[in-house]
T-cell receptor, first 114, second 115 residues
Framework: AQSVAQPEDQVNVAEGNPLTVKCTYS??????LFWYVQYPNRGLQFLLK??????LVKGSYGFEAEFNKSQTSFHLKKPSALVSDSALYFC????????????FGTGTRLKVLA | EADIYQTPRYLVIGTGKKITLECSQT?????MYWYQQDPGMELHLIHY???????EKGDLSSESTVSRIRTEHFPLTLESARPSHTSQYLC??????????????FGPGTRLTVL
């Protein structure tokens, strides 16, 4: 079965420090991987995606993610966290069985402390 | 911000009422989706559509129904609302081709409370 796991319910980091939000996946075939951010009472906003090519993907708001095929991971990173980065982050994978459905992780709440 | 709209943003209704949650997108995307999300929790796919007159049920069983008569419009209807339907409903769309293919764009959501 195809799945996405976000092992941390919450990540706390001090402002200015680097942050990492973890995501691992299990899919058949080549994965289409995504990161989204959700602010309170809002829909999800697209941050970045990996389809093919360079393993390091750069996205919006200074975020980047590293695709690691051997570890089946797609961790979200940022070199220097801002208080305004505090939000709920979702990793997602597109199901590759001939459909266009997506599986979302359970979400990780990022809290950046001033 | 993506051009995908949901109305109403907030809705409080009584049990047994019929409601329709509206979702429209102006990007010409062929695919549209409805997700149910309890606050701060994961998303569950309840319906999706690959194009006009194409609708499928998602992974989470839902008593709601959808229609796709026009490309830009994907309304969700509950014939008889119950307290168990209280949740946030997110609409999304994506396209098949181009540089942003497969990227889902989400509306702001409708927070539904059934009393």
């Amino acid at each position: 079965a195809q799945s996405v796991a976000q092992p941390e319910d919450q990540v706390n980091v001090a402002e200015g420090n680097p942050l990492t939000v973890k995501c691992t996946y299990s899919v058949s075939g080549n994965p289409y991987l995504f990161w989204y951010v959700q602010y309170p009472n809002r829909g999800l906003q697209f941050l970045l995606k990996y389809i093919t090519g360079d393993n390091l993907v750069k996205g919006s708001y200074g975020f980047e993610a590293e695709f690691n095929k051997s570890q089946t991971s797609f961790h979200l990173k940022k070199p220097s966290a801002l208080v305004s980065d505090s939000a709920l982050y979702f990793c997602a994978v597109r199901v590759t069985s001939g459909t266009y459905k997506y599986i979302f992780g359970t979400g990780t709440r990022l809290k950046v402390l001033a | 911000e993506a051009d995908i709209y949901q109305t109403p943003r907030y809705l409080v209704i009584g049990t047994g009422k019929k409601i329709t949650l509206e979702c429209s997108q102006t990007m010409g995307h062929d695919k549209m989706y409805w997700y149910q999300q309890d606050p701060g929790m994961e998303l569950h796919l309840i319906h999706y559509s690959y194009g006009v007159n194409s609708t499928e049920k998602g992974d989470l069983s839902s008593e709601s129904t959808v229609s796709r008569i026009r490309t830009e419009h994907f309304p969700l209807t509950l014939e008889s609302a119950r307290p168990s339907h209280t949740s946030q409903y997110l609409c999304a769309s994506s396209e098949t081709r181009g540089g942003l293919a497969d990227t889902q764009y989400f509306g702001p959501g409708t927070r539904l409370t059934v009393l």
